[in-house]
C-alpha cells in the first residue's frame, strides 16, 4: 500500500505554482495524497488536484505570456479592492467544470476569513469555485466575496499554512508548504527593469497608466523609497510569517517544506516554470531526508 499524505498547501501568490511541484514529486515518489488543506494559492492549486486536473490548470498556466496574464487581470479601482479575479477564474472553468467539494475523490478544506465576524471558516462542502474564491481575496489586492450576509477575504489572513484543518487518517503523514517563508533566496540575475520595460511594451502604456492610478490611492512615503503600498506588503507578509511559526510550532508536519518568499513577487505569474521546478526540488530533498532517518 502507498503511504498516505495529508498535505498542507500555504499562501503566496504566484509562489504558490510551487505547489504543483511538490504534488508532481510527492506522487512520482508513490505517495498517495489522501487529504488537502489549502489557503488562498493552496486552495486554488489543492482544490485542482483533488478534483483530477491539475493536469490541465498546469498545461494551462504554463502557456501563459505576460500580456496573457495582463489580460486577465480585471482591474477595478473599488475601496476594497483593485482586483475582482472574476475572470481568471471563469477562463480556468472552461477546461476545469466546478464540482461539489463533498464528491470529490480527494478530500479538501479550503480556509478563508468572514471578515464580518472576525473569524476563520473552514469550507469543506458546496462549490469547489466557491470555496476558491473565497479563499483567495487577498486584502487591498482582491475583492472580497460576497455571500449573504458574509464578506470573504482571504484565508490566509488567520491562516496561511493550515495544518490544523486538514483531514487525517491513521497511519498518514503530515507535510506542509510554506510558500512564504522568511528564509535566504538566491536572486535571479535577470534585470527586473528589462521585464518590466518589456511588459509595459505588450500592454501599450496600460500597466503604466494603471500605475499612476494606484499611485494615488497609495502615494510613495518620501522617507522610504519603497513606497507605502510596498510598505504595507512588506508588514503584512512579516506578520504571516509569525502566524504560520506559531501554526506550525502548535500542529508541527512531519515534513516542512519552505520556499524563500524572496523567489518570486505575489503577481509573477510569469515565472511559473521557475517555481514549479522549485517546488519538485525542495520536495525531493526533503522526503530523501525522512527516508534516511
Wanted: one cysteine or more; glycine letters at 8%; hydrophobic letters at 40%.
Amino acid at each position: 500500500m502507498k503511504q498516505k499524505v495529508a498535505l498542507v498547501l500555504g499562501s503566496g501568490g504566484a509562489r504558490g505554482a510551487a505547489h504543483i511541484g511538490v504534488i508532481r514529486e510527492l506522487v512520482a515518489q508513490g505517495y498517495e495524497i489522501s487529504s488537502i488543506a489549502g489557503s488562498s494559492m493552496g486552495a486554488l492549486v489543492g482544490g485542482i488536484y483533488a478534483a483530477g486536473k491539475l493536469d490541465e490548470y498546469e498545461t494551462w498556466l504554463l502557456s501563459l505570456s505576460k500580456i496573457d496574464i495582463f489580460n486577465l487581470v480585471d482591474f477595478t479601482l473599488s475601496k476594497s479592492g483593485i482586483i475582482k479575479a472574476d475572470k481568471v477564474l471563469k477562463e480556468i472553468q472552461k477546461f476545469i467544470p466546478d464540482q461539489k467539494i463533498e464528491d470529490l475523490p480527494v478530500k479538501y478544506a479550503a480556509v478563508a476569513t468572514d471578515f464580518n465576524n472576525k473569524k476563520e471558516v473552514v469550507i469543506t462542502n458546496g462549490s469547489l469555485f466557491e470555496a476558491i474564491r473565497a479563499s483567495i481575496s487577498i486584502p487591498m489586492i482582491i475583492t472580497p466575496l460576497q455571500k449573504n450576509d458574509t464578506l470573504f477575504v482571504d484565508g490566509g489572513v488567520l491562516n496561511p499554512v493550515p495544518t490544523n484543518r486538514v483531514s487525517r487518517q491513521e497511519g498518514d503523514i503530515l507535510i506542509a508548504v510554506d510558500v512564504g517563508a522568511q528564509i535566504p533566496y538566491e536572486k535571479s540575475k535577470i534585470d527586473a527593469s528589462q521585464n518590466w520595460a518589456y511588459f509595459e511594451k505588450l500592454t501599450k502604456g496600460k500597466l503604466k497608466r494603471f500605475q499612476r492610478r494606484l499611485s494615488k490611492l497609495f502615494p510613495a512615503n518620501n522617507h522610504d523609497k519603497r513606497g507605502y503600498f510596498h510598505l504595507v506588503v512588506d508588514t503584512a507578509h512579516l506578520m504571516l510569517s509569525q502566524i504560520t511559526d506559531l501554526t506550525l510550532k502548535i500542529d508541527p508536519p512531519d515534513i516542512l517544506i519552505q520556499i524563500s518568499i524572496e523567489s518570486c513577487g505575489t503577481f509573477d505569474f510569469y515565472k511559473a516554470v521557475e517555481q514549479i521546478e522549485l517546488g519538485r526540488e525542495l520536495t525531493h530533498n526533503n522526503i530523501g531526508q525522512l527516508k534516511n532517518q
